[in-house]
């Protein structure tokens, strides 16, 4: 993983961060948005604008990839990249938690 993206990734914001743990397995836009709503309980709901606009971004920086389209849908997966900028922000995630507990 090269330093740019290191650096536009991590730490993430909360819709990157969903957006690649719903892509660990293959999904379409909208799809996300339902999960993220169900595993938030409502707290987080993203915009069409905001997921569309990131989605573009992370196939551009190689974060995630087209599959295939479906009912005119397009059909998202995590790249390996990806699992690694997810894999470093859900150990920064970790560490902020630990520390936290410490702290308590």
């Not at 650096?7 to 799809?31: D, W």
């Amino acid at each position: 993983m090269d330093a740019h993206i290191k650096k536009i990734y991590v730490p993430m914001t909360e819709t990157g961060f969903y957006i690649l743990l719903c892509l660990r397995e293959e999904a379409h836009g909208y799809s996300i948005v339902q999960k993220v709503e169900e595993m938030t309980q409502g707290e987080i709901r993203i915009s069409p604008g905001t997921l569309y606009g990131s989605l573009s971004k992370m196939e551009k920086d190689g974060l995630i990839r087209f599959v295939k389209e479906e009912a005119k849908r397009k059909i998202y997966c995590i790249t390996d990249l990806g699992k690694q900028v997810l894999e470093l922000e859900m150990k920064r995630i970790d560490r902020l938690y630990r520390n936290m507990m410490e702290v308590h």
